[in-house]
Nanobody, 123 residues
Framework: QVQLAESGGGLVQTGGSLRLSCAASRRTFSNYAMGWFRQAPGKEREFVSAINWSSGSTRYADSVKGRFTTSRDNAKNTVYLQLNSLKPEDTAVYSC????????????????WGRGTQVTVSS
């Protein structure tokens, strides 16, 4: 079992920035990866970003490209999501996930989820 703990959410004005953190209790897979998802009220959960732990390569949803950046700290088993140029439509509960990356299919599988942290962007 892997425990994930997010932090860093809050209330920010349009155009502002936040940095979210997600600390994992341990790494479990050889092709370890971590991701960020978000869910706004009344909407489906959507993918935000992912990072391959070994290579550091990243993937982003089109809606956040150029504004959000994900990174990792190997020593701390922690992944970060830097949110810049925030918009009201970014308001959601942001959750991190841990899993693995498959190179042959170029896809991720996430098996462990955090409880999430609220990000609210005021207009």
């Amino acid at each position: 079992q892997v425990q994930l703990a997010e932090s860093g959410g809050g209330l920010v004005q349009t155009g502002g920035s936040l940095r979210l953190s997600c600390a994992a209790s341990r790494r479990t897979f050889s092709n370890y990866a971590m991701g960020w998802f978000r869910q706004a009220p009344g909407k489906e959960r959507e993918f935000v970003s992912a990072i391959n732990w070994s290579s550091g390569s990243t993937r982003y949803a089109d809606s956040v490209k150029g504004r959000f950046t994900t990174s990792r700290d190997n020593a701390k088993n922690t992944v970060y999501l830097q949110l810049n140029s925030l918009k009201p439509e970014d308001t959601a509960v942001y959750s991190c996930a841990a899993g693995s990356y498959s190179a042959p299919s170029n896809s991720y599988r996430f098996d462990y989820w955090g409880r999430g942290t609220q990000v609210t962007v005021s207009s």
